[in-house]
T-cell receptor
Framework: AQSVTQLGSHVSVSEGALVLLRCNYS??????LFWYVQYPNQGLQLLLK??????LVKGINGFEAEFKKSETSFHLTKPSAHMSDAAEYFC???????????FGTGTSLTVIP | GAVVSQHPSWVICKSGTSVKIECRSL??????MFWYRQFPKQSLMLMAT?????????EQGVEKDKFLINHASLTLSTLTVTSAHPEDSSFYIC???????????FGSGTRLTVV
């Protein structure tokens, strides 16, 4: 079974500061890991994903995440926050079979001018 | 890239009526589609997995007779909320999975308000 834990339901950063959103997972099989962003009243947009290969994954809008198997983590980072980054962020995990997809509870990112 | 179109984006209906939400994969075939429900400020909860040509698999606690899912073709899945009640008001999102580890593409969601 898979599950995802996102530490911190709300994160506030100043514009230009580092963004760090935490995600830990549990999985009995090698996982696929994803980060999605959701703007109000919209669907989810894929930021990045890890399936196999390089553990540091670069995504859109300057975001990146590193898969650390030993820590069962897949934290999302961005060196410099922009006002447009304010949104809800979801970490998700699926097994390699891709039959199910589990979301974390989400982290709301606020960017302070 | 893969695109999933969800329609309508918002709907208001009277209590007791039924509402159909469509989810289409525009540029790929999706043998499996998923329906989620999202309450305000909460995460997405998987309601059911829709498989083309077969019955949907519902998550525990989801009423299959209330939330009817049809996946008649490789590009279309529909969710019908039957005899809607105000507590069914929510944001419903579908997603489709491409073949291989390409992840899941999500629709833009449907805001359902039952009055």
């Amino acid at each position: 079974a898979q599950s995802v834990t996102q530490l911190g339901s709300h994160v506030s950063v100043s514009e230009g500061a580092l963004v760090l959103l935490r995600c830990n997972y549990s999985s009995s099989v090698p996982p696929y890991l994803f980060w999605y962003v959701q703007y109000p009243n919209q669907g989810l947009q894929l930021l990045l994903k890890y399936t196999t290969g390089a553990t540091l994954v670069k995504g859109i809008n300057g975001f990146e995440a590193e898969f650390k198997k030993s820590e069962t983590s897949f934290h999302l980072t961005k060196p410099s926050a922009h006002m447009s980054d304010a949104a809800e962020y979801f970490c998700a995990v699926s097994g390699t079979a891709g039959n199910q997809f589990y979301f974390g509870t989400g982290t709301s990112l606020t960017v302070i001018p | 890239g893969a695109v999933v179109s969800q329609h309508p984006s918002w709907v208001i209906c009277k209590s007791g009526t039924s509402v159909k939400i469509e989810c289409r994969s525009l540029d790929f075939q999706a043998t499996t589609m998923f329906w989620y429900r999202q309450f305000p400020k909460q995460s997405l909860m998987l309601m059911a997995t829709s498989n083309e040509g077969s019955k949907a698999t519902y998550e525990q606690g989801v009423e299959k007779d209330k939330f009817l899912i049809n996946h008649a073709s490789l590009t279309l899945s529909t969710l019908t909320v039957t005899s809607a009640h105000p507590e069914d008001s929510s944001f419903y999102i579908c997603s489709a999975r491409e073949t291989g580890p390409k992840g899941y593409t999500f629709g833009s969601g449907t805001r359902l308000t039952v009055v």
